[in-house]
């Protein structure tokens, strides 16, 4: 069964920073993962598919990398806004069996 | 951009009652989802749904829970006789492929 963590749990930093979220899963066997961000009350936004095949995905000031083979993937955010402010989930795909989430990092950028 | 509905917004009901969520996926998408999120917890995998029928289902998704899809656009999750427990915000998803695209949620509260 998949396990999903996902350090830090919760990060604050000051605007401008660069910063690394982290992800790990237990089970490599996985056909992609997605990263989501979440803001408080609210759905999930899709921020990046990588698929298993992949090392790594950039969309503007994100990009997400992959190491199947360690069972880790790290969302890297370039040049932080308080607008990123949100929680940030990560989610492998193993066939047929879904997405599985991680607990997901909290992050606050501060002004 | 194309995007994933829900109704209500906020549902409110008592012990027993059955409910009926609604979604309207993204139109060309084939694959649909339902996901529950307990407050304070991990989002879970109830369901996913494919060519109008169940193609993968959680332990969660017991005989209470029914999904269909009625017609050519809604995606429906009832739950005949509601618990406590089902409190949670419930989020439909839809999938081309592979990136799931979430809806805003429906947040139920049973009492």
């Known amino acids: 069964k998949q396990e999903v963590t996902q350090i830090p749990a919760a990060l604050s930093v000051p605007e401008g920073e660069n910063l690394v979220l982290n992800c790990s899963f237990t089970?490599?066997?996985?056909?992609?993962l997605q990263w989501f961000r979440q803001d408080p009350g609210k759905g999930l936004t899709s921020l990046l598919l990588i698929q298993s095949s992949q090392r790594e995905q950039t969309s503007g000031r994100l990009n997400a990398s992959l190491d199947k083979s360690s069972g880790r993937s790290t969302l890297y955010i370039a040049a932080s806004q308080p607008g990123d402010s949100a929680t940030y989930l990560c989610a492998p795909n193993n066939y047929g069996q879904n997405f599985v989430f991680g607990p997901g990092t909290r992050l606050s950028v501060l002004p | 951009e194309p995007e994933v509905t829900q109704t209500p917004s906020h549902q409110v009901t008592q012990m027993g009652q059955e409910v009926i969520l609604r979604c309207v996926p993204i139109?060309?998408?084939?694959?649909f989802y339902w996901y529950r999120q307990i407050l304070g917890q991990k989002v879970e995998f109830l369901v996913s749904?494919?060519?109008?029928?169940?193609?993968?289902k959680s332990e969660i998704f017991d005989d209470q829970f029914s999904v269909e899809r009625p017609d050519g656009s809604n995606f429906t999750l009832k739950i005949r006789s509601t618990k406590l427990e089902d409190s949670a915000m419930y989020f439909c998803a839809s999938s081309e492929q592979w990136a799931q695209y979430f809806g805003p949620g429906t947040r139920l509260l049973v009492l």
């Open positions: 139109s060309n998408h084939l694959y």
């Open positions: 089970d490599s066997a996985i056909y992609n």
């Open positions: 749904f494919y060519n109008n029928e169940i193609s993968e």
